[in-house]
C-alpha cells in the first residue's frame, strides 16, 4: 500500500456526511482525498494540479456534473474517472459515448468494492501498461 500513499483523489459529493464518511475510507485505503462541494471547485483544481483519480456522484444523464465529466476528460483524457450513482450505467453511456473509461459504481455499494477499486486504480496508475 505504501506505493499508492501518494496518489491524490479528488471527490465531488454535495452531501456532507457522505462526502465525509468517503473521505475516510480514501485516506484508510492510503490515498490523499481532496473534497469537494462544487463542480467548478474541482474543475479548477484540476486544471491547476490534476489528481491521479476523481469520484463524483452523478444523477441523470442532463445533470451538469456530465458537462464537468466532458471538460476533466479534455484537461486529462487519461484520467481515471469514477462516476458514483444510485442508476446504473446504461443510463449515463448515451450522453458520455464520447468520454471513454468511465467507471460506475452504483449505490448504494460496499466499501470494500470501492476500496478494491482505489487500490486497482493505484496499482495501474503506479504500473501504466
Known amino acids: 500500500m505504501g506505493a499508492i500513499r501518494h496518489l491524490r483523489i479528488y471527490l465531488l459529493e454535495e452531501n456532507k456526511d457522505l462526502r465525509e464518511a468517503l473521505v475516510e475510507v480514501i485516506a484508510m485505503t492510503g490515498f ?15 486544471k491547476h494540479s490534476p489528481p491521479r483519480c476523481v469520484l ?37 453511456e448515451e450522453a458520455l459515448k464520447d468520454c471513454p473509461k468511465i467507471q460506475y459504481l452504483q449505490k ?22
Not at 458537462?67 to 481515471?80: F, S, T, V
Not at 448504494?108 to 501498461?129: M, Q, V
Open 32 to 46: 490523499l482525498p481532496t473534497p469537494f462541494e462544487l463542480e467548478e471547485e474541482l474543475l479548477l483544481a484540476t
Open 108 to 129: 448504494p455499494f460496499p466499501i470494500e468494492k470501492l476500496t478494491s477499486i482505489l487500490r486497482e486504480a493505484g496499482r495501474y496508475l503506479d504500473h501504466p501498461g
Open 56 to 92: 463524483l456522484d452523478v444523477y441523470s444523464p442532463h445533470d451538469k456534473r456530465i458537462e464537468l465529466i466532458r471538460d476533466l476528460r479534455w484537461l486529462a483524457p487519461q484520467l481515471p474517472i469514477l462516476a458514483l450513482t444510485v442508476h446504473g450505467p446504461e443510463r449515463f
